[in-house]
């Protein structure tokens, strides 16, 4: 830790990873300060990308009045407003997060809602009874938990018999970003799978895991969020940042990582992953 810290204090005194290996500013390109949870949350889902991906979740939860739905893992409450228009007044939305600025974020943006409750648990022990609610999702959060599999248990057991739980997650190995020298980009990418992202492949391994938990999987859906330009491709990706963790790791050398920023710069830019969208059935 301590290594880490001298990294960083260099890193905010000398200006970004590119001046404190070359003497060169870090290009203006790339956002160093790292935003904070719920600002990225937010600019995420005000995204065309967060936009057309979410739409997609919602119309294959297929909502309807009256229906009790849970979002776990609701963050600063992004999506409760839409699931609660969906249900109506006579339905139920109740989010559930692990972190309690979360939580209070997402009473906040609900408040005076009556059909939505926002509560703090772990995904891994939800305090619900026994098949009691209609519909699930989880968005970009089995990428993150400890057991996987033992989370989609527990939202199998809460669901009624018919209910139906959407998730989508990216695969964070199938990352792709175009570089001359293209073992930059394997090593780029090996860094975010082994070091970055718990859980990297979810992906391409939630079919499956809802299966071995009891769900039936009707429908897989591939999405491929495409980044032709490298600012908004790095305020989604933290391009910058996660390369300084790869120096800090060792997967960069210092030279490395100047090569492998300074030429995404120069452009064309161009990098793809795929993101999953999974519908589950009890």
Not at 103 to 123: C, F, L, P, S, Y
Not at 204 to 233: C, W, Y
Request: hydrophobic residues 40%; aromatic residues 6%.
């Amino acid at each position: 830790m301590s290594g880490r810290a001298m990294f960083l204090s260099r890193y905010n005194a000398y200006g970004g990873l590119g001046s404190w290996l070359t003497g060169r500013m870090t290009p203006a390109a790339f956002e160093t300060a790292k935003p904070d949870p719920v600002s990225y949350l937010d600019r995420l889902a005000a995204s065309d990308l967060g936009r057309s991906y979410k739409r997609r979740m919602l119309d294959e939860l297929d909502l309807r009045a009256g229906h009790r739905v849970l979002d776990l893992g609701c963050g600063p409450g992004t999506d409760l407003q839409a699931l609660a228009r969906a249900v109506t007044s006579t339905g139920a939305v109740i989010g559930f997060d692990h972190d309690q600025n979360m939580v209070d974020a997402a009473r906040t943006r609900t408040a005076g809602q009556a059909m939505v409750d926002v509560r703090h648990a772990d995904i891994h022990d939800l305090p619900v009874p026994d098949h009691t609610a209609d519909r699930a999702r989880t968005d970009r959060v089995l990428q993150h938990v400890a057991d996987p599999l033992t989370a989609l248990g527990e939202i199998r057991r809460v669901l009624r018999p018919g209910g139906r739980l959407v998730m989508g997650e990216p695969d964070w190995e199938t990352l792709a970003v175009d570089h001359p020298d293209s073992n930059l980009t394997r090593v780029y990418t090996r860094h975010i799978a082994e070091r970055v992202v718990r859980n990297a492949g979810i992906g391409r391994q939630l079919a499956r895991l809802a299966a071995e938990s009891g769900f039936t999987v009707p429908t897989v859906i591939p999405v491929t969020p495409l980044f032709r330009d490298v600012q908004v491709a790095d305020r989604i990706l933290g391009l910058e940042r996660t390369t300084r963790r790869a120096v800090e790791a060792g997967y960069f050398s210092d030279r490395a990582a100047e090569a492998w920023l300074s030429h995404l710069t120069r452009g064309p830019f161009f990098a793809a992953v795929t993101f999953y969208i999974v519908v589950a059935e009890v």
